[in-house]
């Protein structure tokens, strides 16, 4: 019993110590950002050009300023957290799905000549990941997480929906697609 508690301990340590070194990476990649003149935004998704496949690959790491990496931290904190806890392979490899599937769906969909950037793709991949894979893997303790997080979090949701400008929104629906594919690939029962 005391072994599966200091497994868990274990566990729930190095999410936190992935959660918190992701987030400072942000960090530092924006301060570089900074100094080179926001000349790496160029490096976001642009959308049906070759070169801007480069930012699936790199878009979630890149912000569009201060203000926009400060609103990601909290919520990249915490759910990056959640994700890794329950195991940090499957929260890996959850937020590779998320990754891949928000970034390609953002190619193919968004509008010609713009830029997507941030990690909100990840945000939204990782909440609705969160809210789901407990109906898929029938985890009491999942089920509840994702009901207390629908609870908590569900009006962001609203965000998938096109409405502000400035916002992808094709980047918060195409990285909630990804969470919902996670949570079912990645589905196993007890």
Avoid: C, K
């Amino acid at each position: 019993m005391s072994t599966l508690r200091d497994d868990r301990r274990s566990t729930w340590t190095q999410a936190a110590a992935q959660a918190a070194a992701f987030v400072a990476l942000l960090w530092a990649i924006e301060v570089v950002d900074t100094v080179v003149g926001n000349r790496l935004d160029q490096y976001g998704v642009q959308p049906r050009e070759s070169e801007g496949l480069l930012g699936i690959v790199f878009a979630p790491v890149l912000h569009g300023g201060w203000a926009h990496l400060s609103a990601n931290t909290v919520p990249t904190l915490v759910l990056l957290f959640l994700v890794l806890a329950s195991g940090i392979r499957r929260g890996l490899v959850a937020t590779a799905i998320i990754w891949m599937v928000g970034g390609v769906g953002v190619w193919l969909v968004a509008p010609a000549d713009t830029v997507h950037l941030g990690a909100s793709v990840l945000v939204f991949g990782w909440l609705v990941y969160l809210m789901v894979r407990g109906f898929f893997t029938g985890r009491a303790r999942e089920i509840v997480l994702g009901l207390v997080l629908v609870v908590v979090y569900g009006g962001v949701l609203v965000g998938v929906l096109p409405g502000q400008p400035g916002i992808s929104w094709q980047g918060h629906l195409f990285g909630a697609l990804g969470g919902g594919v996670a949570a079912y690939a990645l589905r196993r029962r007890p």
